[in-house]
Nanobody
Framework: QAQLVESGGGSVQAGGSLRLSCATSGYTYRTYCMGWFRQAPGKEREGVAMAARDGRTAYANSVKGRFTISRDNAKNTITLEMNDLKPEDTAIYYC???????????????????WGQGTQVTVYL
């Protein structure tokens, strides 16, 4: 399996910005598709953004225009730039990876094959 390690996150006032990064090791063939999911207390894990090795990206409607995912294929890392953060963005953010990408990859937390440990993002008023 691929090992995924997140960094970044923290606490920020509403309207602020944060950056999350995810580094990978292990079976990198399982990282053709990489992205971010999040889980707020009492809620199901939901997809946020994904970036395929071929350059395709996808975003959840709730973050479009505010979040930007980028990928460095040489280093097999991804970064999530989060701007104009809102209290409803508060959650644990998980880096995720999988061998197969599709336009609906972030539609279900069943799609990724490997997960990071998660990093907390808290947005306060």
């Amino acid at each position: 399996q691929a090992q995924l390690v997140e960094s970044g996150g923290g606490s920020v006032q509403a309207g602020g910005s944060l950056r999350l990064s995810c580094a990978t090791s292990g079976y990198t063939y399982r990282t053709y598709c990489m992205g971010w999911f999040r889980q707020a207390p009492g809620k199901e894990r939901e997809g946020v953004a994904m970036a395929a090795r071929d350059g395709r990206t996808a975003y959840a409607n709730s973050v479009k225009g505010r979040f930007t995912i980028s990928r460095d294929n040489a280093k097999n890392t991804i970064t999530l730039e989060m701007n104009d953060l809102k209290p409803e963005d508060t959650a644990i953010y998980y880096c995720a990876a999988g061998e197969v990408c599709g336009s609906t990859w972030i539609a279900s937390s069943d799609n990724p094959e490997d997960w990071g440990q998660g990093t907390q993002v808290t947005v306060y008023l």
